[in-house]
């Protein structure tokens, strides 16, 4: 069974900043891609960021320039590096792992709140 273990969330200053990181167990050797989501107050979820093994990287344009994605070595842990945070930065954020066409596998979420 797939387990994604989130961690880094917090409470932090506008202008602060966090270091997110997730380490997917059970699953398969390397997602084909990694990413962030996150979910604020009544929104949607959205996509955050994402890297595929290639290394490539997608940044949605709310956070481009103050959020930085990266994969560790063993090929199935990602983090997510937030500098410059904003209130409207406040959401539960989840990792996923991309594989058999879609984000199939998802972490539990971890809270992070920006207060002014």
């Known amino acids: 069974q797939v387990q994604m273990e989130e961690s880094g969330g917090g409470l932090v200053q506008a202008g602060g900043s966090l270091r997110l990181s997730c380490a997917a167990s059970?699953?398969?050797?390397?997602?084909?891609?990694m990413a962030w989501f996150r979910q604020g107050p009544g929104k949607e979820r959205e996509i955050v960021a994402s890297?595929?093994?290639?290394?490539?990287?997608y940044y949605a344009d709310s956070v481009k320039g103050r959020f930085s994605i990266s994969r560790g070595k063993t090929g199935n842990t990602v983090y997510l590096q937030m500098n410059n945070l904003k209130r409207e930065d406040t959401a539960v954020y989840y990792c996923?792992?991309?594989?058999?066409?879609?984000?199939?596998?998802w972490g539990q979420g971890t809270q992070v709140t920006v207060s002014s």
């Open positions: 059970g699953g398969p050797l390397s997602y084909y891609a």
């Open positions: 996923a792992g991309h594989r058999s066409g879609d984000y199939r596998d």
């Open positions: 890297i595929r093994l290639s290394g490539d990287t």
